[in-house]
């Protein structure tokens, strides 16, 4: 069993920048691919990036390419979304899920455990 717990939300102006956190629990973490998803009102939940078991392989959506920025420290197990740039669009609740195949995947399907989400705002 995986436990995850995000940190690292908050308000921000447009243009700003924001890191989360997602800290794990359990020994499998480094075999884990990891992924960011987000979730706006009234939305469906969507991709946002991820990172292979490895950290050599990482993956974004095209929204926010070349603003954001996953990463892995499997010693801390702990995964990282730098958030930079930052818009009005990006306001949502941002979840971290663990998808056990290892490779990563832009699927919320493919994820096996989730946290409980933290709180972006980005005013204007």
């Known amino acids: 069993q995986v436990q995850l717990v995000e940190s690292g939300g908050g308000l921000v102006q447009a243009g700003g920048s924001l890191r989360l956190s997602c800290a794990a629990s359990g020994r499998t973490f480094r075999r884990y691919a990891m992924g960011w998803f987000r979730q706006a009102p009234g939305k469906e939940r969507e991709f946002v990036a991820a990172?292979?078991?490895?950290?050599?392989?990482?993956y974004y959506a095209d929204s926010v390419k070349d603003r954001f920025t996953i990463s892995r420290d499997n010693a801390k197990k702990t995964v990282y979304l730098q958030m930079n740039s930052l818009k009005p669009e990006d306001t949502a609740v941002y979840y971290c899920a663990a998808d056990t195949s290892g490779y990563g995947s832009s699927a919320p399907t493919e994820y096996d455990y989730w946290g409980q989400g933290t709180q972006v705002t980005v005013s204007s």
């Open positions: 990172i292979s078991w490895s950290g050599g392989n990482t």
